[in-house]
């Protein structure tokens, strides 16, 4: 179990889905694992100590679908004591691994000293590795940045990280203070390479799998995240046409990213809202999908008439409707790529557009 993270990178290259907050919850892996099942999925980020303390929160974050395997759950916080005690209920639910966050930038995370501060504050990362991994059975990985303020600590501190017996580290390519600003930049992720032995994985603005594969370098493996938004395609390698069912992919791919027919869009959203649904139940499960439903249709301002009602929608009956309104005025064109019925002559004058 502990060797989770060695086995893998023995089949190079290692696809990670990014945790990502109010995303990557059950419904939101599923669906990225229905198209790619080869892809090791994250958790969203949840409190080690809201764990504890609340049967509530570990009860509706923590079950799982059997096809979401392997999964690793995300976990922030400061007290080594408090990460061992979620590990124990964490480790109920039968996942692969546990994360820790040590790279959220944000105020709030870092005035509590949890996420990005835990770069500045070396010896409580060093206790919660060696504490989780004493306590847990599970693979301890880190998620972090390049540094906090600046990049020249990285090296130190994945040492420092690997020396707690981390299993694999995951390098976001920006510092804490830079945010989301500017472009990440892998250059000290690949020397970093040379100096641990854990598999090492890049994060930051890979849109895709080809894009992976040009950035990848002498790393173990890549992570995507907003890539994903409406786009769980992005871990498809170009050119790979039959699904793993045996069945081949109604799109193809335009410049190594696969570009879904109109019908998939609409069946994968319909996937993604059911089961939405049904891990969070009908009110918040349809509120949820909303900002799911317009990035799937990012492409296609045709529907810009149905997007105002997919963004308003209060039951999944009335999105399988609307689905199949979609369905059925389109239906000559469903088996073309969004932005090819855009261009089309018929539909120029509809979208208001010359
Ligand atoms: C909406 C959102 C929520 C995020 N939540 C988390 C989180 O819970 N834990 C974490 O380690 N990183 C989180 N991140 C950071 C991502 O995991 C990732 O490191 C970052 O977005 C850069 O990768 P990307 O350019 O592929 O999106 C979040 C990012 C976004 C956009």
Redesign the pocket.
């Known amino acids: 179990m502990k060797n989770f993270w060695k086995n893998l990178a023995e089949k190079w290259p290692i696809l990670t889905l ?7 919850d059950s419904a939101y892996r599923q669906t990225v694992k229905k198209i790619s099942p080869e892809v090791i999925t ?4 949840y409190s080690a100590d809201g764990l504890v303390h609340s049967k509530f929160l570990a009860g509706s974050v923590l079950p799982h679908q059997e096809i979401e395997k392997p999964l690793i759950i ?1 976990i ?1 916080g400061k007290d080594p004591e408090m990460f061992a005690r979620a590990a124990e209920i964490i480790e109920q639910y039968n996942v692969a691994g546990i ?1 820790i ?1 040590m ?2 930038p944000a105020k709030k995370v870092v005035k509590s000293w949890h ?1 990005s501060c835990l770069i500045i504050n070396r010896d409580t990362a060093f206790q919660i590795v060696e504490t989780l991994n004493k306590r847990s059975k599970r693979p301890i990985s880190v ?1 972090t ?1 390049l540094g906090f303020n600046g990049t020249e600590s990285l090296i130190e501190f994945a040492k420092w990280l690997e020396s707690a017996w981390a299993a694999s580290l ?1 390098v ?1 390519g ?1 510092t804490a203070a830079q945010g ?1 600003t500017w472009y ?1 930049d892998f250059t000290q992720i690949y020397e970093l390479k040379n100096h641990i032995n854990i598999p090492l994985i890049c ?5 895709n799998y080809e894009d992976g594969m040009r950035k990848i370098n002498n790393l173990n493996g890549f ?6 938004f409406g786009n769980p395609w992005c871990f498809l390698k170009d050119g790979d046409m039959i699904d793993h069912h045996g069945n081949k992919r109604p799109g193809w791919f335009v410049n190594g990213q696969y570009m879904p027919t109109l019908g998939e869009i609409l069946e994968m959203m319909e996937f993604h809202a059911t089961a939405l649904v049904q891990c969070k139940w009908e009110r918040k499960g349809t509120l949820d999908i909303r900002k799911h439903l317009v990035q799937y249709l990012k492409w296609f301002p045709g529907v810009g008439v149905y997007r105002k009602r997919l963004v308003t929608i209060e039951s999944l009956e009335v999105l399988v409707q609307i689905i199949a309104e979609i369905r059925a005025e389109f239906r000559d064109h469903l088996d073309l790529q969004p932005l090819q019925i855009n261009s089309l002559d018929e539909f120029k004058g509809y979208w208001g557009v010359d």
Do not use: L, V, W
């Open positions: 990014a945790p990502m907050d109010g995303y990557t994250f958790s969203e980020f995300q922030f994360d966050n790279g959220c996420g998620k940045r995951t976001h920006r989301y990440a994060n930051g603005d890979i849109m992570m995507i995240g907003r890539g994903s």
